[in-house]
């Protein structure tokens, strides 16, 4: 995976993925935010699209990303259709 690519994305794109994410490891979004060590008014801000994840934040949701194995890979072909 490139160097934080969920960066790279605007919004609404990122909180797309975010919810995508989270969704689809079956979390509401205070268990996802315990997940990746931030608040779950941040993840809210995130998927709403008041806000984008810190260089950190978008680490550790890459994590959950690559540990998602082909569920991961769609989900990343979907949001960077490249």
């Not at 997940?35 to 008041?50: A, C, K, P, Y």
């Not at 082909?70 to 949001?79: N, P």
Request: net charge positive; glycine share 8%.
């Amino acid at each position: 995976m490139n160097k934080h690519p969920i960066l790279g994305l605007t919004q609404p794109k990122c909180g797309n993925l975010i919810r995508d994410i989270r969704l689809n490891l079956g979390l509401s979004q205070e268990e996802f935010a315990y997940l990746i060590g931030v608040t779950f008014s941040t993840v809210n801000r995130w998927e709403n699209g008041h806000a984008k994840p810190s260089r950190l934040a978008a680490k550790n949701i890459e994590k959950q990303l690559l540990e998602m194995g082909d569920c991961g890979k769609e989900l990343l072909t979907k949001h960077f259709p490249n």
